[in-house]
């Protein structure tokens, strides 16, 4: 069972000429590969696609369906790549990977941190630091969780918080060596003493040079 249905043609011509004709004719080119199947480059609505990315996070780590129009049966995939416009922050070109519910699948998951306010650390004037912000899962695809719940409820101020620390739900894993950081709760940087203006330089130097001018007077008499 799959969360999202896209339409999507076939796309001939593989050019860039062509693919930015396609861009500007709002189109989103992409390609569905693997499965020992041959690849299907294709072109998607970029309107319909780009909403979808932009409002619903789920959909970077859900099974989707890909119907493309003349092309029997349906291609069941996750979304492996997207290659971002490095000036606009829009999806240029999407990358699919047909998989199959039971596959066992590597994805990138969102932490997400919650009951941060009942944390007694933050209560006592730390704050949370989010050193991992994703977490590469390994699961069967059709298992993919949207996110990684921590719950901070319990944490103290200068408590760290590493990944064997995290309880995953059966059947995930994180593969790691090393027992990293995932977050912390810390004290707040104190303010930085605030840089001495022109004047007050100024006003110092002369404090400096009378104090001076003083002392050779003394040695004087």
Known sequence: MTDYVLEAELREDLGKAHTRRLRR?????????????????????????????????????????????????KNT???K???WDSIYDTPMHLDFFRVSGSDSVTVSVPVHPINVEDCPGVKAGGQLSVIRHELEITCRADAI????????????????VHIDDITLPDGMEVE???????????EPKRAAEPEATDE???????????AKDSSEGDKAE
Do not use: W
């Open 77 to 79: 995939v996750l979304l």
């Open 25 to 73: 004719a709002g189109k989103l080119p992409g390609i569905i590969y693997g499965g020992d199947k041959p690849d299907l480059p294709i072109t998607l609505n970029y309107n319909d696609v780009a909403k979808i990315m932009l409002r619903d996070e789920a959909f970077y780590t859900s099974m989707l369906e890909v119907k493309v129009k003349g092309k029997r049966g």
């Open 145 to 160: 969780p949207d996110n990684v719940v921590v719950d901070c409820a319990a944490f103290e101020l200068d408590q760290i």
């Open 176 to 186: 790691h060596d090393v027992n990293f950081t995932i977050l912390s709760i810390v």
């Open 81 to 83: 790549d997207t290659q």
């Open 200 to 210: 007050t330089a100024t006003d110092e130097a002369a404090t400096d040079e009378a």
